[in-house]
């Protein structure tokens, strides 16, 4: 609010000077116009900062950060700074949706990447009632991933992810396969899918479990999984359950092998349960963050050392990814971007090459990335794709 003030204080000032002499005027207005011109482009995002979910959060800020950091060192756009404004939504999506009218209300002309499902379900509510794009959500469950006029999603569908991996078990040979999951919106979906995956292949979940979101019970529902004794678990959990349950399960004799969504940091889960790691398979919807032969990877891992970040990983460069498609819009939405002109700038990449990945978006079509691919944890913790 500070600097419209001071664009209005601008304005003023040249209506004032009216009666004075043609130069003055012309002063008058040539700095207002200045001013206007390096007020900053204003994007919000609603966000889970608190409660049990936060940690979703981490990982995928450090890359908005580096992105938003480099851009606004190189000049920002058309010379403007890109200034992002966050509320904390606890991941309570009335919350989600009070967060957006209060950013769009304070100026904002985009939402960035609201985190986790009941987030992104309450943003975008509020968003297509506003008509303010909403650009890349950290989330794939169906009510996100469904066409909405305003909604643009980067990563594919939980569908997609879940349908890849339930396509490469039984491609192996196991059609045992059970689903343990936080229990929560997003979660539920996934499993509901896998559940659908799996009965069009013939033959039906061994069995699942719901997690609560703090873990406290995630001993006694591995316990109850290992007793069903399945040839694969899928996971829909957050780095906190997974590690409570995946080290219980191990403790219970299980044998199991385990394949998770994109949410699961590797590295992290290494951190906490050390050799344990050997053999989760963790799909992924971005490319490997190590690999710098990729355009768009190196450009993410020189913004990430700029701010002193050096663990690279998947969930902050999907982060500096759905930054960059911002970005991307934003540069084509005029030199004075509102919603409408970004939701046409977005519109109009048709399929856009951000650097060797494509991001597709045309009006009534929102598709966003098509990448996706499957990554194995070796006992140190590295990943074998």
Same mark, same amino acid.
């Given at each position: 609010m500070r600097h419209k003030k001071i664009h209005l204080l601008a304005l003023a000032l040249a209506a004032f000077v009216v009666g004075f002499s043609p130069a003055a005027q012309a002063q008058a207005q040539a700095q207002a116009q200045a001013q206007a011109q390096t007020q900053p482009l204003v994007i919000g995002q609603t966000y889970v900062q608190t409660g049990p979910l936060a940690s979703l959060s981490t990982e995928p800020?450090? =890359? $908005?950060?580096?992105?938003?950091?480099?851009? /606004?060192? +190189?000049? !920002?756009?058309?010379?403007?700074?890109v200034e992002l404004r966050q509320l904390d939504d606890a991941y309570d999506p009335a919350k989600g949706s009070q967060n957006v009218k209060t950013l769009v209300r304070d100026g904002a002309v985009g939402i960035l990447m609201p985190i986790g499902t009941s987030s992104t379900v309450?943003?975008?509510?509020?968003?297509?009632?506003?008509?303010?794009?909403?650009?890349g959500p950290y989330t794939g469950a169906g009510p996100?991933?469904?066409?909405?006029?305003?909604?643009?999603?980067?990563?594919?569908?939980?569908?997609?992810?879940?349908?890849?991996?339930?396509?490469?078990?039984?491609?192996? =040979? $196991?059609?045992?396969?059970?689903?343990?999951? /936080?229990? +929560?919106? !997003?979660?539920r979906s996934a499993r509901d899918s896998t559940e659908k995956?799996?009965?069009?292949?013939?033959?039906?979940?061994?069995?699942?479990?719901?997690?609560?979101?703090?873990?406290?019970?995630?001993?006694?529902?591995?316990?109850?999984?290992a007793?069903?004794?399945?040839?694969?678990?899928?996971?829909?959990a957050t780095n906190e359950v997974a590690a409570k349950f995946i080290t219980a399960y191990r403790a219970a004799g299980g044998q199991t092998a385990f394949y998770s969504f994109s949410f699961l940091n590797g590295q992290k889960l290494y951190q906490d349960i050390q050799k344990d790691v050997a053999g989760v398979v963790i799909s992924q919807v971005v490319p490997s963050p190590w690999n710098s032969a990729m355009p768009v990877i190196a450009e993410y891992q020189a913004a990430m050392k700029k701010i002193g970040a050096i663990e690279f990983s998947y969930a902050s460069l999907e982060?500096?990814?759905?930054?960059?498609?911002m970005v991307e819009g934003l540069k084509r939405a005029g030199p004075k971007p509102t919603a409408e002109s970004l939701q046409k700038g977005l519109e109009s990449f048709k399929t856009l090459d951000i650097g060797g990945i494509a991001v597709s978006y045309r009006p009534g079509e929102h598709r966003g990335l098509t990448f996706s691919e499957l990554s194995m944890l070796k006992a140190d913790g590295r990943y074998l794709r």
């Open positions: 800020l450090v =890359g $908005i950060r580096a992105m938003f950091t480099t851009l /606004n060192a +190189n000049g !920002g756009i058309n010379g403007r700074p309450g943003a975008l509510k509020a968003a297509n009632e506003l008509r303010v794009p909403v650009i996100v991933a469904k066409f909405s006029e305003y909604g643009f999603p980067v990563r594919i569908s939980f569908d997609e992810e879940y349908s890849r991996i339930v396509n490469h078990l039984f491609t192996i =040979g $196991i059609s045992s396969i059970a689903f343990a999951h /936080n229990d +929560n919106p !997003g979660a995956f799996i009965a069009e292949r013939g033959e039906k979940m061994a069995g699942s479990v719901a997690i609560k979101n703090d873990g406290s019970d995630a001993a006694e529902r591995a316990v109850e999984l007793k069903l004794k399945p040839k694969a678990v899928v996971l829909a982060g500096y990814v759905a930054a960059k498609v």
